[in-house]
């Protein structure tokens, strides 16, 4: 007996398979995929943008987006195609956010390793001292 899920686009109960969406929503999805493909393969339309795409097709911006979040389309076939990063809203082809904000999101994690660090060094100082405490009065 398969587990039952709610559809994460149109919230209807499915049974689970590997996919959020369920079986209507996968056929929908892969009628609108099939839609934008075979507008962006057209070579007039390689170097289309999005909202040039949400026009020429109808298809949901936020679907698209999700096509090239999910690499089905690549931006590296077609260069025009870039979404908001999720920190900034910069136009970004790959990953979650920009170049920009992944660099300070290492440095930001840097960072919070090194705090970490010092956290752990004053919890053992701390540690160490109520030893020699305890040992000092057991020595007594
Ligand atoms: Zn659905
Ligand atoms: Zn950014």
């Known amino acids: 007996m ?5 559809c994460a686009r149109c919230d209807k109960v499915f049974v689970k398979t590997n996919k959020s969406i369920c079986p209507d929503c996968v056929r929908e999805d ?7 493909y075979d507008f962006l393969k057209k070579r007039e339309n390689r170097q289309a943008t999005i909202p040039e795409i949400v026009e020429a097709t109808g298809v949901e911006e936020d679907v698209i987006l999700q096509f090239v979040k999910d690499k089905r389309i690549r931006s590296t076939q077609f260069p025009n195609l870039s979404y908001p990063c999720e920190r900034c809203g910069e136009p970004i082809a790959s990953g ?9 999101l290492t440095s930001d994690l840097r960072y919070q390793n090194e705090i970490e660090q010092v956290e752990q060094k004053n ?7 109520a030893k020699t405490y305890y040992t000092r ?4």
Do not use: S, Y
């Open 2 to 6: 398969g587990e039952l899920a709610n």
């Open 30 to 36: 892969e009628k609108q995929f099939q839609t934008v």
């Open 96 to 104: 979650k956010v920009c170049e920009n904000c992944r660099n300070e």
């Open 123 to 129: 919890e053992q100082q701390e540690k160490q001292r």
């Open 137 to 140: 009065i057991n020595n007594d």
